[in-house]
């Protein structure tokens, strides 16, 4: 069935620097993919999404890469900061046209 | 401001007891979903409602079921609740088919269950 698997669940950084996040998805029908971030206690936001006819996409410090022949994307973000510390869930539109998410990461930016 | 809006925010009740959970949206979408949140488990799908006549199963829908009252109202039932039904449910919103927002999820604040 779909499925869409995220590593790792936990990531800790020292502020400033790089975290990346993975996601490998199964319906190989699925062209796009979104990131949310959830802070404590908050609803998921959309941060970046890319789209299957694209293989990279940034957005200030954070970018999405895709590689739709071995079926994975990564959330890389760049000069990480206290306020990057949330969970990230990564995302897949399926081809019943619905989004199936990602188990999560916990990213913990340590000042 | 055009929101999603879940009520109620928390509710304890007991097993065996029917529930339900509403949400109402503002932002004038076509698409309406429900997902569950557990801890480590991210954001699973319950049912999705593409408009008014359009509901569709997600991924773990036993147990729960669905009403699109109007294109603005999409409530979740649990007709007889049980304990591995605790978790944090959210409501969903999209824009329809062909448009550029087609699957961007504007989410509610969450509903908070806990099933005794």
């Known amino acids: 069935g779909e499925n869409v698997e995220q590593h790792p669940s936990t990531l800790s950084v020292q502020e400033g620097d790089s975290a990346v996040i993975k996601c490998t998805y199964s319906d190989s029908a699925s062209n796009y993919f979104p990131w949310y971030k959830q802070e404590l206690g908050k609803r998921p936001q959309l941060i970046i999404d890319?789209?299957?006819?694209?293989g990279e996409k940034k957005d200030q410090r954070i970018a999405v890469t895709l590689n739709k022949t071995a079926k994975h994307f990564s959330l890389h973000i760049t000069e990480t900061q206290p306020e990057d510390s949330a969970v990230y869930f990564c995302?897949?539109?399926?081809?019943?046209?619905?989004?199936?998410f990602g188990p999560g990461t916990s990213l913990s930016v340590i000042p | 401001d055009a929101d999603v809006t879940q009520t109620p925010r928390n509710r304890i009740t007991k097993t065996g007891k029917r529930i339900m959970l509403e949400c109402s949206q503002t932002k004038g979408h076509d698409r309406m979903y429900w997902y569950r949140q557990d801890p480590g488990l991210g954001l699973r799908l319950i049912y999705y409602s593409f408009d008014v006549k359009d509901i569709n199963k997600g991924e773990i829908s036993d147990g729960y079921s669905v009403s699109r009252q109007a294109q603005a109202k999409f409530s979740l039932s649990l007709e007889s609740a049980i304990p591995n039904q605790t978790a944090l449910y959210f409501c969903?919103?999209?824009?329809?088919?062909?448009?550029?927002?087609?699957?961007?999820?504007?989410f509610g604040a969450g509903s908070r269950l806990t099933v005794l």
């Open positions: 890319i789209r299957s006819n694209v």
């Open positions: 995302a897949a539109r399926t081809s019943y046209d619905k989004v199936i």
């Open positions: 969903a919103t999209s824009e329809g088919q062909g448009t550029p927002g087609a699957n961007v999820l504007t």
